[in-house]
Structure formats: C-alpha cells, structure tokens
C-alpha cells in the first residue's frame, strides 16, 4: 500500500476536500482549526501573511482585491488575480497551490503527502487540466493523477454499494452545490467508465435560496409591520443602514433551510429592527415547506432541463437511465430529489453523502495508482530550533509571545493555532526573531501549537512545539484554602444537622459556587420562624458546633412577602474573594426575595442568639451520648464527657446573661471555648460513630447485593459495582460524612429495587393498610385506595400497588412519613 | 453506531437548548423587569456548566458582541456588513461561542459564534 497514491482531493470552485485511502475504507481529514470536512477555496493576503480557507471566505465579497474566491473557472485562461496588499498578481494556478497546501496541514502526523489524486469538473479541457496538475505540482506533490468529478462520484457509489456492482449502463450525476451546478452523463461499458455529455451553470446553488427566502418571504413581512420608504436598497447595498440586518436576516434564512429539510415549517425570528418610523419591530415569520418549495421551483426546474437537454442530445428516454446520483450540499432539501424525480421519471440515488462523495472516489481511485517515483526519506531535514518567550500565566486578554530561530529558516513559514478553535494567526515567513499577541480564552488553560512548514506545506519537526498560557488561573502559585468551608445543613438521618462542603481544603482563592437546596418546612409570614444560613470554616467531619462560622444569615418570618412553603427552592450562592471576604446570597424563588451580605475574615461573626441556640443543641448532644455510653457501661468515656457536659453548661450560663447586642469580647470568647468543647466531643464519639457508619455499611452491602442477584438489573449492577469499589479508600478513612455519603447512595440503590419487588411491595401495602389503618387522615379516599390495591395484589399488578402504596403513605400522619429535624430549614 | 448517533443527537439537543437560553437572555437585556427572570435563566446555565453533563465538564456559552473581530479570529462565523473591512467589531450575534469545559482546564470550542460584523470607523463617522 505505500506505493499507492492514496491521497484523493477535490478541488472544488466552492469547497475542497481531502481524502485517503487506507486498507479498503477512505478517511476524510478534518480541517485541523474548524473540525468540518470542507476547506472554503478561498485564499486571503494580508501584508506578508496568507490566509485560506473560513477565515478568508469572510472577507472575500468585500475585498476582493486582496481576498480571492471562485478561481477555480479561471483555471487554464490567461487571467490572473492582482493583489491589492502584495503589488503583485497571482495565478489561479498559484491560488489553487495555496488551497492543496492547506489541504496537506490537514493530515497531520503521517509522512509527507507527495501524491494526490485530484479531481476536475467534466467541461474542464486540456488546458484547464494541466493547469490543475500544475497546481499540485507546487503544492509539493510529486506526481498528480487527475479524475473527472462525475467519475469521482460514481466510485464512491460503486464503492459504498458494493453488492449493487455497477453493471454496464449509464447513469446522470447530478451536482448541487452551494454556488454552482453540474451535470454529467457517465456510462459504463466493459469495466470502462467514461463521461459522455456534461452541462452546468457556475452561479446556481444554495446561497441563491437563503436569498430568495428573504428577499421573497421575509420583506413583504417586514413591510405588512413596519414602514420602509426603501427596503431592498436599504437592506442590499453595503453603504445601506439595514446592511448588517441584511446578512443577518441571510444566515438566519439558511438555518431555516437546514431546518425545512426535516421538518415541515421553520421560523425566522425578527428583532431588533427599527422602522423609518422609528418603531422596533419583533415578531417571528414561519415559513411551510410549501412556500419553500414554490420559491426554488424555477431554479430546480433549470437544472432538470440541464438533464432533459442531455438526454434529448444523446437521444435517451428515462428507462435507459440507471438512476441519478445526487451530490453537493443542496441535495439534501427533499424538493429537489422529488422534484427531480417527478420531472425526469429516473430514479434518484442519495446512497452517498453530498459534500464528500468527490473525495471519496478520488481516495479509491488513487488507492489503486502506484506512485511512480520511488519514495526516498530526504536524507537532511531541515533542522531549527526554537527560543520561545512567554508568560506562562496571566490576567491579560491577549499575551505577547516571542521566539528566536536558530538554524536554516530560509523559504519556511510558521503559524501559531489555539488549540480549542478559536485563533488561527494565518501563515507568515519565519524570520529569526517572531512575535505574535496571542489572544487568550478567560479563565481556562490556552494551548497553542507553533508550526513550521517548508514552502511546500511539509512540517519541519521541532523539539517544543506547545505554548501554554493559564488565563485567569495564576492563583495556582497563589492562596490556597486553609480548612474545609462547608454549610450547615438538616440531618434527615440523625435528627441533628450536619456540614454539606462548599469549598473543600486546598481550593483555590477566589472561588464561587451555587446550592440550589428544598426548604423543608414551612416558614409562615409574619411568624417567628427562621431559615439559617450558616458558613462553617473547619474540617466536614467535624460537628458542626466545632467549627467557626464565618458567615450567618437568618431569613425571619417577619421579613417575606409572602409564606415560604415546605418543598419550595432557596438558591445559596457563596463566593470568596482572593483577600478571603465571603458573600452569602440566599434567593427565595416562591417570594422572589434577595437576601445577601458580605463577612470580612478580620471581623467574626457572632451573634449572641446564635450562640445560645448552639450550645443548647450541644448540651442535647452530650447529654444523648452520655446515656448512651453509661447504657454500654463505657464508664470511661461517660467520665470524659461529664467533663466536657459541665463545661459546656458553665459558658450556657455565661452566654444566657449576655443582652443580644452586646459589644464585649466575651461573647467571642464563648464562641472559642464552644468550639473547643464541640471539638473535644466529636474526638471522644468519633470512633463510636465511625464504627457504626462502617457496620452500617457491611450490612448494606450485603443485602444489596442479594437484592440486586434476585431482582436487579445490569445497571444497578453496574452502579453497584462503581460503589463498592471505593469501599478500601472510604471504610478505612476517618470520615464519617464519607462512609455516610457511600451508605446514602447503597440504601438508595437498595430502595429502587425494594420497590419493585412484590413482597416488599404487599408488605408495605398490609403495613399501612393493616396495621395503622385507623392512623390514615383520609379515611374515606384511603379505602378507595386499599380496594383498588387489593386488587393490584389480585392481579399481580405490581407498578399500580407501587403508585397506591405511594399514596398510602401520604395519608399517614407527617411526623410518621418522616422524622426530620428543619432547625436549618432545609437539608 | 447507534449509540454514537444518540449521543450526537443529544448533544445537538442541548446546543439547541443553550442557543434558546442564549436568546431569551438576549431579548430579556432590552426588557425592564426585576431580575427573577434573570435568576431562572442563570439557574438553567449553572445546570448546563455544573450539571448536566457531571460534575467536572459543562457547556457555557460566550457572547462576544462589541469584541474585536479580525481574520485571526476563527471563534466565529462572521458576515460583514457595511463597505470597510478595518477595525471590525463584533455589531451582532445570532448564536453565540459555546464551549465544552473540561476539568483539565482547556475549553474547548464545540459551536463556533455565528455574528455580524461591521467596522468600528463606519460607527464612529455616524456619531459625527
């Protein structure tokens, strides 16, 4: 296979394509800074830089004396191109060598592409053709085989088709593409395929849609809504004051072509646009397929009789037609395939796809040519080597970036590209010293990648060929964060609350993050509830009682506009700043009220009530652990918590006694040694804890498993297998929060498959319906519900009594459904 | 294969939602309103950065209006409007730069912006 060609491209007025063959398939290389399959033929000059392909396309209706595109039907004549910017004029010959050597950067990482197949349209004469040939030949091909486009097309076919072997006959392909049309007769006769007839028109093709989509459907509804003394000249000349609106009004008109291909209306929004009478008008056009097909129908009716002129020349009637191949980017719009069909009674043949086909044949045809030079490595590459001077890091929008060249840079080129897509610098000839302002992407990690090609295209190999600049990250040589800040939440488990990470040990300064959480009872208007919002700065694992709160907002009845119901969202927003100031949003989505503050780390922030609350909460907690352990008669442990228990009842009694507003430093004092104790609580219980949370754990395990091998699926298997296999990292830490969070998920795993076992199922049915029938609110929809999962049960409908046990429960009084605590008011 | 088209499939259905969203901010920007709106829609793209796709990739999307715009720029599918092709300015934009972050950092580009673009002299002469 080395010594085949290999290598396809179409050369196309519009579009080119490149296309390989490798082991009886065909690869299309993506253009490496747009991702698509086409490269424009457009070439574009700027000073001592070239730039082809989208980037050129854009500019190549405003200044075509520097930009050029549509050389391709220049080929072969005398004509040439002046270039405005250079003070020189270039041949299309040239231009195309400028198209095919763009089309080499494409395929990267493989050897040097010294031969190609290249394709020309079927009217191109002798002349044409070698001009063509001549433009691969400097393109740094050593040898090109050219291929007639319909013939190109018509491998790609017999190649994709492989079961449906061409078999002698003849056939039309018929080429649509977004500016031009062809049309071939291609005929096959003893394993010969040759072109017998060919017509076209080099300025038809999809872009002429998009236009009378708006010039046809959207002026007349810009005119019935608004007044325009002048639309059309308004809108199309460039010095118009609708011009932009213009070019905006024709991409939205292609998308809603693209849109009109699959479905059978699409809409063109208007907006934006301010009347003669200075009113701005909004409103949306739709468009029917219909309409579509009534505005093109005059232009696809030309091009059918292209077909009829043929086969009226050649004297054929539809039945000595295989089909009609259809290709180019505008045969995808259904009209033009029926229509196509309707007219000519041929049958229409869509097997390929439109934009690449050429290509593709191309790629075959040459996977069966041998080269025929020999393939020599060039013995002395050139060698370079590059200095490069940057700042690895920074705030700026763009960098400046320098290198200095050493060695042979005579007749080489370099271009820099931003590895997302986004910046393509354009090819400029390497000098010994080059600088570019790079333009950065904010907050992210820009890479770059430096190239540098022989005046061929072939890329010169280089020790270090990457740029990379850490926009907006350069904090990562700056503050990290010191401990755990976490949000104190309600926990549904214990009863207690517990701390939910908002930004973990070690995260970097500044950092945001957004909560959204389910308030979970509701807070009345007017009442003397609250919502608390409370930042804790220390380790997750901690209680939270041991941790410094480093912001607090308390959301009181008295302060909403309207009751906050159990179920409804609060959004929490948390941001720090790099000098450590934290701001705390809570938004209420039910009465649509902001509560925010800002806390700077100089100042803490207590608040008396604050503290009374949490030492009362404390003195729960070790009063609940000490009749637990004296329970265990773990005498030792009850000793060491009295301590900690007659403590903490000393600085309640200190902070009962402080008025609210107090200004002293005593109420900080309290909040230090509160956290002392808490802290000294959670050592003396973390070990009891942990242990439970690992039995728990086991236990789980256990009986997930047996679910998941009796009623499981592979999914939950799957899932199952993705929790356990942390097990060794999370049993063995010290984190309870970690333990529980594992457990969390293996119970809910574990629910999801109770649920749909009938057992489980009709257990839980007897257990409401049974056992506390006489504790159900609604008696009388309940029995309802209780026949109705009878007979579930009777007919083994397993989903209803599911959906009815569901129901069931939501009779039982609430305290019932769910023992939770909402000191916090949300979990 | 199959799986390959739904996963395509799916994500062309969140770039068509994200250009949606993108629209309706547009339009919101003209609209005197308390900002509760506002809140939903940065709800919806906190949920396509932090959500939708996991916890470490996102989609978010950049308008790049008012920005530069020049031959290098290749983030955008620009048309431009108006005779003079110097000191272009980004005047309008139809859909705008979408990016796939991913926890390594770099942001890749998967819907490049497609904008109208006019040159900064033309504006400046106007206001003359």
């Excluded at chain 2, 989609?59 to 209006?65: D, E, F, G, S």
Aim: aromatic share 8%.
């Amino acid at each position: 296979m080395e010594n085949m060609i290999n290598y396809g491209i179409d050369l196309g007025t519009t579009n080119s394509v490149i296309a390989k063959y490798v082991k009886g398939d065909v690869e299309i290389f993506k253009n490496f800074t747009t991702w698509k399959d086409t490269l424009p033929s457009v070439v574009g000059f700027k000073k001592d830089k070239i730039f082809v392909g989208d980037s050129a396309k854009v500019y190549s209706e405003k200044i075509p004396q520097d930009v050029v595109a549509g050389f391709k039907r220049k080929m072969g004549t005398t004509e040439s191109f002046m270039i405005k910017c250079l003070g020189q004029s270039k041949t299309p010959t040239e231009l195309s060598s400028y198209v095919l050597k763009e089309l080499k950067l494409f395929v990267q990482n493989e050897k040097d592409v010294d031969a190609a197949v290249i394709t020309i349209p079927a009217s191109f004469d002798t002349v044409q053709s070698n001009a063509t040939k001549e433009a691969g030949l400097q393109a740094g091909f050593k040898q090109v085989v050219l291929l007639q486009e319909p013939i190109a097309a018509s491998l790609a076919y017999a190649n994709k088709a492989k079961e449906k072997k061409l078999t002698d006959g003849q056939w039309m392909v018929y080429d649509l593409g977004g500016g031009t049309f062809d049309v071939a007769l291609v005929k096959i006769q003893n394993g010969e395929m040759r072109i017998l007839d060919h017509e076209g028109d080099n300025f038809l093709g999809g872009r002429d849609f998009d236009r009378l989509i708006v010039e046809k459907l959207v002026f007349p509804k810009l005119k019935e809504n608004g007044s325009f003394n002048n639309l059309e000249q308004d809108m199309k000349s460039d010095n118009g004051k609708y011009n932009a609106k213009y070019a905006s009004l024709i991409n939205k008109a292609e998308a809603a072509k693209i849109n009109l291909s699959s479905q059978t209306a699409a809409d063109i929004e208007i907006d934006n646009i301010i009347d003669d009478n200075s009113k701005e008008l909004d409103f949306s056009i739709s468009i029917a397929r219909s309409e579509f097909e009534n505005l093109i129908k005059v232009q696809v009716d030309n091009t059918i009789e292209m077909i009829k002129k043929i086969m009226v020349k050649n004297s054929l009637t539809p039945v000595d037609l295989q089909f009609i191949l259809m290709i180019g980017g505008s045969t995808f719009i259904p009209f033009v395939k029926n229509r196509v069909k309707e007219l000519t009674q041929v049958e229409i043949n869509s097997d390929i796809d439109p934009t690449t086909a050429i290509a593709i044949g191309a790629a075959y045809y040459a996977g069966t040519k041998a080269k025929n030079f020999e393939t020599v490595e060039l013995k002395k590459k050139t060698k370079v080597k590059v200095k490069m001077a940057y700042p690895k890091a920074s705030n700026e929008k763009e960098e400046f970036f320098a290198a200095r060249i050493e060695g042979s840079i005579e007749g080489l080129n370099y271009r820099i590209t931003r590895e997302d897509g986004g910046y393509d610098s354009g090819t400029k000839p390497l000098k010994e010293k080059i600088q570019e302002d790079l333009p950065l992407v904010e907050d992210a990690y820009n890479f770059f990648k430096l190239i540098i090609v022989d005046e061929t295209n072939n890329i010169i190999k280089i020790d270090n060929d990457t740029i990379e600049i850490a926009q907006g990250k350069y904090s990562i040589a700056g503050q990290p964060i010191p401990h755990d800040i976490c949000l104190e939440v309600d926990d549904t488990e214990t009863g207690r609350t517990k701390l939910e990470m908002i930004f973990g040990k070690n995260s970097l300064l500044p950092n945001k993050k957004s909560i959204s959480k389910r308030i979970n009872r509701t807070i009345i208007k007017n009442s003397n509830e609250n919502i608390r919002i409370n930042v804790l700065e220390g380790p997750q694992s901690a209680l939270p009682e041991a941790n410094q709160s480093i912001g607090f907002i308390s959301i009181k009845g008295t302060e909403l506009e309207r009751d906050i119901i159990k179920g409804s969202d609060i959004e929490l927003k948390f941001e720090i700043s790099e000098s450590r100031d934290l701001t705390v949003s809570a938004y209420l989505t039910l009465s649509n009220q902001e509560f925010k503050k800002t806390y700077n780390p100089k100042e803490r922030y207590v608040t008396v009530n604050m503290l009374k609350t949490d030492l009362e909460d404390l003195e729960k907690t070790v009063n609940m652990e000490i009749s637990e352990v004296e329970e265990r008669e773990e005498f030792e442990t009850a000793k060491e918590l009295k301590k900690v228990q007659r403590e903490i009842e000393k600085i309640h009694i200190q902070a009962a006694i402080l008025p609210e507003d107090s200004g002293t430093d005593e109420k900080f004092q309290i909040e230090d040694k509160k956290r002392k104790l808490a802290q000294e609580l959670t050592n003396i219980t973390k070990d009891k804890y942990i242990q439970k949370a690992r039995a728990e754990y086991f236990d789980l395990k256990k009986n997930t498993q047996k679910l998941i091998e009796e009623h499981g699926n592979d999914s939950e298997q799957r899932h199952f297998n993705d929790l356990v296999q942390s097990e060794s990292t999370v049993i063995n830490s010290n984190s309870i929060s970690r333990i529980k969070e594992i457990n969390d998920q293996l119970y809910s795993l574990n629910s999801t498959i109770l649920w749909r076992t009938p057992d489980f199922l009709i257990g839980l049915f007897n257990y409401v319906s049974k056992e506390n029938y006489s504790r159900l609110n609604n008696q009388e929809m309940a029995k309802s519900l209780i026949e109705a999962g009878k007979f579930a049960i009777q007919s083994e409908n397993w989903d209803r009594l599911s959906g009815i046990n569901s129901e069931l429960l939501n009779f039982l009084p609430k305290q019932m459904q769910n023992e939770i605590t909402t000191k916090i008011g949300f979990n | 294969m199959y799986h390959q088209k739904k996963l395509a499939a799916q994500m062309e259905g969140m770039l068509d939602t994200l250009n949606q969203i993108f629209e309706i901010e547009r339009k919101l920007a003209k609209i005197p309103e308390s900002n509760s709106i506002s809140r939903n829609l940065n709800k919806l793209k906190y949920i396509f950065e932090n959500q939708l796709l996991g916890e470490e990739n996102g989609l978010v999307y950049h308008n790049p209006i008012n920005e530069k715009f020049d031959e290098t720029r290749i983030d955008c599918e620009a048309t431009i409007a108006g005779e003079s092709t110097e000191n272009l300015i980004i005047t309008e934009v139809i859909k705008p730069i979408i990016r796939l972050k991913t926890s390594d950092g770099l942001n890749q580009i998967i819907q490049k912006a497609i904008v109208v673009v006019q040159s900064q002299n033309k504006f400046n002469e106007g206001e003359n």
